[in-house]
Structures are given as C-alpha cells and as structure tokens.
C-alpha cells in the first residue's frame, strides 16, 4: 500500500502533463470580419482601390464612395488576404492620367457613374509588399429618370447619347482641329472618344472627351504626312464643347498630356531594384451596363435589386481553399504560396457597411 500511493500520483502527473494535439481550424472559419470604418482598414481599401485603377487602360478612375464588407484571413507568417466589396464613384480622371483616386474629382449627380467592386487584396507589411491578385467592378450611369424629374434641364447622361450621333462627330471634329490649329508645330489625331453628353442651351450643345495621338508629321507637313500607324498609343485627354445658335458655332476646347509612366501591374512600397522578377498582372475587369431605365420591363422584374450590379470574384469554389504561388513577389528566392478562399457573402453588421461619401440612393447599389 506503501508503493502504491506514489505510483498513483506519478500516473495522475503524467496524464495532466500529456497534451492533445493542436486542433487545426479549415481556412474558412479564419476570415476576421473587419470594422468597414476602421482607419487600418481604410487604408489598404484606399490602396486596392489605387490598384485597380492602375490595371486599368479605359475608362475614368473608381473612387470610394462606401465600404459595404471586408473580410481578413491572415496567412501563416505571410501576412494577410484582405476580401473587399466597395461601393465606388467614377471620377473626372481617365486613369491613362494615373493620378490618385482621392487627388480626382466626382462628378455632378447627372452625370455620376456609380458600382460595385470585389477586390483580393494581399497585404505583407514587414516585407513591404502590396498586390492584387484579383477584381472585378460593374458600373451603371444614374438613372436618367430621375435626373430628369429633377433638374429638366441639366445635360443629359453620357449613356443617352450615341457617340455615332452626327452632332458629336461633328463636336469632335471641330474642337480638335482648333486644338490643332492653336499648337505651334505638333499636331493629334483622335485616338477614341470617351464621353459625351449633350444639352439645349440657346441652340443644340455638346460636350465631348476623347483621347488623341500624336500625328507623325508637323504643320507645316500636315498635307503629305502618312497616317500614323494603327498601334500608336494616346497621349493625352481633351475635354471640348460645340454650341450652335442659328450659323453661329461656339467652340471651346482643352487637351492635358499624359504623364510617361510604365505600366504597373502590382504595387510594392519600395522601389524595387532592376533585377527584381516581373510580377504577375491582376485578373479583373470592369464591366460597365446600362442606365436601369434603358432595361425592358420584362428584365427589371425578373431581377432582384442585388442582380441588378452582378459582380462575380471567385479564383476558387473550394470551401477550404486553393494555393496561390506569390513567390515572384519576394527578392530572395524562396517558395512562398497563399491560400484563396471563394469569395465572402456580404453580411450587414453594427461595423459594415460604413458610412457613404455620397449618401443618395441614386448612386448606393443596393
């Protein structure tokens, strides 16, 4: 009995010494909901959003309007995956400007582009690197019928007015060739037209943006140049306006050049030296539709409010994830693999969404 009692305790010690082993949570129970109002948070929306205007080639920059849900999901010493919806506003910057987002102007209530974007974001401070592995965004002009109810006589929306319109061509037409007439030796071509909107001042209005190229020829050879070949690239935005009253044309026109950038496909915090492998662009696109107005009646009721902004982002349907190889992203040769989750659904919460730039239910897709 002597011996027993201490053979007793040595058991009972090593049973409250002996550990399970570590239970290993699935990937998709690790996605941290996130305050959308958080300062932390807001500033890698901020630099997703830089990201994807910075892909782009077409188009005017997104800006934020609200942040609807972000979701983390933090890799094992990698830093973390950030899973962003946004509501966004289109601005007056052509994104060929590459200016920042928040550095650009939103437009007036008729003529604002609004939409929804899903970005994943990849954010790995210690090793200052930022990139964005994927995004998509669908944008739709407000609705016209409401602009009319409310301002009769504001211009109406880029989306009503046919780029083929005669008056157009014509606003085109005559706003670059004062362009033209006014530079000293250069002369610019059109390159594509980019937006327009038309109004009834005194007579017919209409406001054009195009992007142009540059011309191969001077002025002064303007008669016996060749034609600048088909794969030239745009060199600026101009911004002009036709108005006829009667025989009379009033013509007004302003061209900003385009910075020289190269083109960036992911961001790093740090330049990077020139040895430093290529990185691997971002998957995404922005899909712009129609005003809701132009839609049959038919479509509007088979379609629920949410179906009517559809923007799908999913690089996997596995439920417990598939690698990501973001090795290229790192200096040092190393293999280095993140785990990408299907998308998150939204869910409203005290946090999400934060509060809008612009609070008219005009511009908040639903």
């Known amino acids: 009995m002597g011996l027993l009692l201490p053979l007793l305790l040595c058991l009972l010690a090593t049973c409250c010494n002996t550990r399970s082993p570590p239970v290993k949570l699935p990937h998709f ?13 807001l500033d890698t ?50 994104v060929l400007t590459r200016k920042a987002w928040n550095d650009c102007e939103v437009g007036s209530l008729h003529e604002l582009v609004y939409g929804k974007c899903k970005a994943i974001f990849y954010v790995n401070m210690p090793k200052r690197v930022l990139y964005l592995p994927a995004y998509n965004c669908t944008l ?15 211009p109406l929306p880029p989306s009503t007015v046919d780029t083929s319109n005669p008056g157009v061509l014509e606003a085109v037409t005559e706003t670059l060739a004062k362009f033209n007439n006014e530079s000293p030796s250069k002369q610019y071509s059109l390159f594509k037209i980019s937006k327009v909107s038309s109004q009834w001042v005194y007579g017919p209005a209409y406001f054009v943006e195009y992007l142009i190229k540059e011309s191969p020829c001077t002025k002064s050879l303007a008669s016996s140049c060749a034609l600048q070949p088909s794969d030239s690239e745009p060199v600026g935005l101009c911004k002009g306006s036709l108005t006829k009253r009667g025989p009379i044309k009033h013509v007004s026109v302003t061209c900003n050049f385009f910075e020289s950038q190269a083109p960036t496909t992911g961001d790093k915090i ?23 107005t132009d839609e049959t009646p038919g479509e509007s009721l088979e379609k629920s409010p949410v179906d009517n902004f559809p923007v799908q982002l999913d690089l996997t349907t596995n439920p417990e994830g598939e690698p990501l190889d973001v090795s290229f992203l790192f200096l040092e040769p190393t293999s280095e693999k993140l785990i990408v989750l299907p998308f998150p659904k939204e869910q409203p919460s005290a946090e999400c969404p934060g ?11 639903p």
């Open 270 to 292: 740090s330049t990077e030296p020139t040895h430093s492998p290529p990185k691997a662009g971002p998957r995404g696109s922005v899909q712009h539709l129609p005003d809701l």
């Open 45 to 94: 929306v901020g630099l997703a959003l830089q990201s994807i205007n910075n892909d782009r080639k077409e188009g005017y920059a997104l800006s934020l309007n609200r942040v609807r849900d972000v979701r983390e999901h933090r890799q094992d010493g990698l830093g973390s995956l950030f899973y962003l919806s946004l509501d966004v506003l289109e601005t007056k910057c052509h």
């Open 29 to 41: 129970l690790l996605l941290r909901p996130r305050d959308c109002n958080d300062s932390s948070v």
């Open 140 to 154: 739709r002009p407000v609705s016209r019928r409401s602009i009319r109810s409310m301002c009769p006589d504001c």
């Open 355 to 365: 509060p809008a730039k612009n609070a008219n239910v005009l511009v908040l897709p």
